[in-house]
């Protein structure tokens, strides 16, 4: 499995910046090796609202993860908005979406984003709104 860059975000506002090797929307639970070289953390699905797969780890302040999509370009999937428990809003495509699963990927329409890709928890959306 590759080693994925990503910040986790979680219901409380921690954050945890690192890597892992095994992620999976299937599973209840993933490891990540903090950025600071501590040991591995344990990170629960019910206690996260998503995790950002992200560029780097410096982040682009200028990105907007609310942004439209431009008129050229290519979706494949459903465009849609996800309001998270706690106000922040994330606007992207989700080839899959399905409200019984864990969780679902979200790719975000603002093309300079960091995050590649974000796993949304499905527990922590207060509103999710399909976009035509």
Known sequence: MKESK???RYLDGRVIKGHTLDFSSTKDSFHVVPLDGGAPVEVRLPLIKAVF??????????GDERAGYDPGQKIIGRKLRVTFADGEVLAGVAEVYMPN??????????RTSNAERVFVVNAAVRELTFIN
């Open 6 to 8: 990503l910040v986790v």
């Open 53 to 62: 797969f992200v560029k780097d780890f410096a982040g682009h302040r200028e």
């Open 101 to 110: 699963r864990k969780g679902f990927i979200l790719f975000p329409s603002d």
